[in-house]
């Protein structure tokens, strides 16, 4: 639930800065005005204007401004500073997930905002609301919302209005939610604004998947350019729910994944914990059990991620707490002095009493120790039981990854058949079209009787039918190398033009990945020795390891690029040459190359260099298996940081 207008207004209350001035601009001109300011209020203001401006994207140190605006306002009883200041450490708080503090940084500035500033009172409010509805408590939220509706000013309606579209969603209203998020979305899109996710949530809750789905993407986009991660990830995770609520399930987890690699453990940990339990769900789900061991293993980093934060957050309740405390007691100092010593005798008697209380239990310990083991015992038996279940399963599970992720090439060529299909399909459009035309001029020629341009013109429109045939049927090799590509392999060796289909999956692989990222571009190169001809292979198989091959060829180019080296240029080429009784079929890029003392591993199971989450770790271990099926072999050479070559040999009869 974001308040941006209302925030809008409160910075430009305090700054009076121009819009078309640059953000980094902006923030080296303030720290410059902090680091020359004198202890006044002018410096609360520098403060306050710099949280505003952390609070979403760097919420540790919007925190951190706000408490020092907040400890100076104290010192200097500016009532103005301090309700700014509590308000900002509240949206600092309760971005990064610590609810409560927030909530009780909230109440300090509505109950402010209340006596000195009741132009204010929407902002606070919105403040406690939306605190309640990151902790569940939608009824008490939407009463927060109500209660400040009245006094919204115009521009601040919208926003309103998107707060209760999500309220009103959470709480199963979908008629309200479809209602309210509708006229903010109807508003928003023609500003910077954007509500695109909630009008996105109130349709899925009409369960409209197809139109939510469009909403969420939208909302991807929007997000992406104006820069707002919350925003992203809630669209994400949208997504995620449209693919999981249509069964789609392993489009459901790439989504849920892509919000964990946002790396927002800080800034928008209740996304992060959407994410965790979509894939969580995804893992119970027997539909996606193909899948699970790898689940599993993203679900326990999550898990330990999610409880390190928690413990982050108890510490970080304390130290607030804390500050607190020694503040009070900076305060009564001499008092606590004058009560130390009745401290120290009444601690000795507390500790007495523990000693005595200790040895009358200890006689009472003794007699349930026995008892107390035998339930221990029973216990680790129940536990030991449920270990052993667990493992079976999990061997279980492994064994089914490995036959599954055969298959899994088939979701990366689906961008790239997309691709490949349109461009003969649109010469045939284009064709027909022009054919068209050319009938009609026909006509008008034969009516004229002008015989040679009759000819002149049949002899184009037939030139043109013999384009349409030549591209319609590559469309329907297009679609029939599909269909065999996702068909399961009958094991079953069939002769296969090898160059063919090298060349084709090298250019689905391209297309495919340029789909899901548009910034991937690569020289791509091809030398295929014609002499071949056909061979006797399993197509599907074969196929599997080329594309697995080039895909991560790809990968170590593009890697490569982003590290942004002069002159270097993305290249992968594939080739193919006959050797006696052998056909080679050889991968190359120019990227980084393997390292050395990884080198023995990469035909291992499960063995990858690729970040978690973006490998599985058994593409070259199942390409390794079905290469020696083939009575064939499979080779690297590579040279660090300048590339890889991967040579299959493969029988030519």
Known sequence: MKRLAAISIIIFSLTGVEAQQSNQFYFDSLKHELSIAKEDTNKVELLVKLSSMYYESHADTGIIYAQKALDLAKNLNFKKGILHAEGFLALSLETTGNYPLALDHGFKALSLAKKIDPSLIPWTNSLVSSCYYHLGEFNTCLQYILEYRKLWKEEEEPYGWRDLAQVYHSLKQPDSAMLYAKKAYEILRETEGNASNVLGDAYAGKSNYDSALVLYRNGVSVSLKRGIQPDLIDSYNGIADMFKATNNFDSAAWYSKKVLSEKIEKSYPIGLLKATRMLADIYESPNKSDSSLKYLRQAII????????????????????????????????????????????????????????????????????????????????????????????????????????????????????????????????????????????????????????????????????????????????????????????????????????????????????????????????????????????????????????????????????????????????????????????????????????????????????????????????????????????????????????????????
């Open 302 to 653: 999550i898990k330990d991620s999610l409880f390190s934060r928690e413990k982050t957050m108890a510490i970080q309740n304390i130290a607030y707490k804390e500050q607190e405390k020694q503040k009070e007691i900076e305060a009564s100092q001499l008092k606590y002095q004058n009560q130390l010593r009745i401290y120290f005798l009444l601690a000795g008697l507390i500790a007495l009493l523990v000693i005595a209380v200790i040895l009358l239990r200890n006689n009472r310990n003794k007699q349930k120790a026995y008892a107390l083991l035998q339930n221990q015992k029973q216990e680790t038996d129940k536990q030991k039981s449920k270990a052993e279940q667990a493992l079976t399963e999990l061997r279980s599970t492994q064994s089914q990854l490995i036959q599954s992720e055969k298959m899994a090439s088939l979701g990366e060529l689906t961008a790239g058949i997309a691709h490949e299909i349109q461009n003969p399909l649109n010469f045939v459009n284009n064709f027909s079209d022009v054919n068209s035309e050319l009938a009609d001029e026909l006509q008008e020629e034969a009516d004229k009787g002008n015989l040679d341009e009759v000819k002149a013109i049949a002899k184009d429109i037939k030139d043109n039918e013999e384009k349409i045939n030549h591209h319609g049927k590559r469309a329907d090799a297009i679609v029939k190398g599909m269909l065999q590509h996702s068909r399961t392999s009958t094991g079953q060796k069939e002769p296969t033009d090898i160059n063919a289909l090298c060349d084709e999956y090298l250019r689905l692989a391209y297309h495919g990945l340029r789909a899901k990222d548009k910034s991937f571009n690569a020289n791509l190169t091809t030398d295929f020795d014609n002499s071949i001809g056909k061979i006797n292979i399993i197509p599907q198989d074969i196929g599997r390891v080329v594309l697995n091959l080039i895909n991560n060829a790809f990968y170590a180019v593009d890697e490569k690029r982003k590290q942004k080296l002069n002159g270097y240029e993305p290249t992968v080429s594939v080739s193919t040459k006959k050797e006696k009784d052998k056909v080679e079929i050889k991968v190359k890029d120019n990227g980084s190359g393997i390292p050395p003392k990884v080198l023995d591993k990469i035909f291992q199971p499960f063995f990858t260099t690729k970040p978690t989450g973006q490998g599985t770790g058994l593409g070259l271990s199942l390409s390794y298996d079905i290469v020696k099926a083939h009575g064939g072999e499979i080779k690297v050479e590579t040279k660090d940081k300048e590339g890889t070559t991967f040579i299959i040999m493969l029988p030519s009869t």
